[in-house]
C-alpha cells in the first residue's frame, strides 16, 4: 500500500513508501533540518541505506511480526563474493540481510524484550507500523509519523518506539542518549501526530530500549513534561523552516559570515589553564 493523500491513521502501508514520499515531513526530516536544510534536502535527493541499521531492523521485524523479511546468511562476515551476493540480492528485494552471528544476536535482544515484564507487557496487546498522517495547521505543510507499536491503554492511547542501541539504555543514563539523539523531538512530534487526528487528547508515548552487546538489557522510559514541551518547540521551528525552505526553494547550509568559537570549556582542563 502507497502513501494515500488523505490524512489520518493507516496501517499496512510499506515502509519503503512511507520514507520515499517527499511531499511530508518526517520527524527524522525535522530533526535533520534543524540542522542544515541543505544536509536535508541532499538526503532527500541521495537516500542512502546503511547496513548499521539491519540488526535494528530485524529486531523490529520480529518482535512486531511487520517489517522486511530476514535472510540469514551463513557467512563469518561479508568479505567473500559468495556473501556479498547474498547481502545485495537480500537488498534488492527489499529483505534484511543477517549474518550467522548478527541474527542470533537479534533473536537473543527478541527473547530480552519478551522477558521483560513491562516491555511484554506494552507489545501484549496493540497494533504495528500505525502511519499518520496530517497537515500541520500554521503553515499547511504535511507530515507525517510511522509508530511502532500503538496500544490502547485504560485511559490513554500509548504510543510504544522500540529502540535498539549500541550504547547503555541504564535509565539513570539514557536522558543523555535522549538529548543526543533529540528523542525528546521524536516523543513530542508522534504524540502531537495523536492529537492532531483526533486520536487522544492525552496520549502517552513510551520506548522501549534494547542494548546490542549481551546480555541485552532491556528498560521502558518515558519523557518529561519539560523534555516534550521542548521537543514541541523545535518541532514548530523545524516545520516554519522546512515550510520557508519548500516556499522559496532555497535549502542553506551554514551562515557564510565568519564564525569566532572558543574550545570546550574540558580543552582548557586538560591543559591545567581553566
Known amino acids: 500500500m502507497s502513501v494515500p493523500p488523505e490524512d489520518g491513521i493507516f496501517a499496512g502501508i510499506d515502509e519503503a513508501e512511507y520514507h520515499a514520499d517527499l511531499g511530508s515531513l518526517s520527524s527524522s526530516g525535522g530533526r535533520q533540518i534543524l540542522s542544515s536544510p541543505a544536509k536535508f534536502k541532499y538526503r532527500q535527493d541521495n537516500p542512502e541505506h546503511s547496513t548499521a541499521f539491519d540488526i535494528g531492523s530485524a529486531v523490529h521485524t520480529m518482535v512486531l511480526g511487520e517489517g522486511d523479511e530476514i535472510v540469514r546468511v551463513l557467512a563469518a562476515d561479508w568479505r567473500s563474493k559468495e556473501a556479498k551476493a547474498q547481502r545485495d540480492a537480500a537488498y534488492a528485494e527489499g529483505k534484511i540481510p543477517l549474518l550467522a552471528t548478527d541474527h542470533e544476536a537479534a533473536l537473543s535482544m527478541v527473547a530480552a524484550v519478551w522477558n521483560h515484564p513491562t ?16 497537515h500541520d495547521h500554521e503553515t499547511g505543510v504535511r507530515l507525517r509519523a510511522r509508530i511502532d507499536w500503538l496500544r490502547p491503554g485504560a485511559h490513554r492511547l500509548i504510543a510504544v518506539d522500540l529502540k535498539t542501541s549500541g550504547v547503555s539504555v541504564n535509565p539513570q ?23 492532531a487526528l483526533g486520536l487522544d487528547e492525552n496520549p502517552a508515548f513510551v520506548f522501549v530500549n534494547a542494548e546490542k552487546e549481551p546480555p541485552h538489557l532491556v528498560s521502558v522510559t518515558q519523557l518529561t513534561e519539560d523534555a516534550i514541551a521542548l521537543g514541541r518547540r523545535q518541532m514548530r521551528r523545524a516545520i516554519d523552516v522546512y515550510a520557508k525552505c519548500v516556499e522559496n526553494d532555497e535549502w542553506p547550509g551554514y551562515s557564510p559570515e565568519i564564525h569566532v568559537v572558543d574550545l570546550p570549556r574540558w580543552a582548557y582542563y586538560q591543559e591545567g589553564t581553566a
Do not use: H, M, N, V
Request: proline share 0%; net charge negative; glycine share 6%.
Open 119 to 134: 516491555a511484554a507487557a506494552l507489545f501484549a496487546q496493540g497494533d504495528a507500523e500505525q502511519t499518520l498522517l496530517w
Open 173 to 195: 543514563e539514557w536522558g543523555s542518549t535522549a538529548a543526543k539523539w533529540k528523542l525528546y523531538f521524536q516523543a513530542a512530534w508522534y504524540l502531537t501526530a495523536l492529537e
